[in-house]
């Protein structure tokens, strides 16, 4: 199994029952493998990975780590759609994010090698972040309030010069976490 892969099983009924769905790399559409676009239980047995709630990658995005999740309030889910899934591309257990006031690297800059429950309490000035650059080793996770609550974002290795590199619906960003549960 490379750095990439991992396991990620999704079942049609709460508490791990019903028909199942073993994917072990990039899953673009649920429907094409023969399973519903619904999920109420999830086992990731390796790996951390992005979950959407629509097929090829689009939607609202939902990190798992390591763990059992027997019904969808467990990820953060609203509901049980869920339609495609990666794995977290992660390289090693460096983490390095920078975050920008202004699209294209501008405005206030602040660099973050840890999590960071309430970035206003650690400086930053304003309630949203408009580019970001993300080095070393490690995924990220963005979310939209404070103590890592609201709608959440994956970002990996790469520059990103407004929120819509990252899929954001907008640039309100209130906490950021690492992925650390991979393996």
Known sequence: MSQYSGKIIF?????FTGRKLEVFGDCDNFQDRGFMNRAN??????GA????????FKGQQYILERGEYPEFHRWNGHNDHLGSCKPV???GERYRLELFEG???????MELCEDCPFLQGRGWNK???NAMKVYGDGAWVLYEEPNYRGRMYIIERGD???FND???QSANIQSVRRVVNFF
């Open 41 to 46: 239980s999830i086992r990731v047995e390796t």
């Open 166 to 168: 990252w899929q954001a």
């Open 127 to 129: 309630s949203c972040v």
């Open 11 to 15: 079942y049609e009924g709460k508490c």
């Open 103 to 109: 699209c294209n690297f501008t405005g206030q800059c």
């Open 89 to 91: 591309r992660m390289h």
């Open 160 to 162: 990103y010069r407004s």
């Open 49 to 56: 990975w992005i979950c959407y709630d629509h097929p090829d």
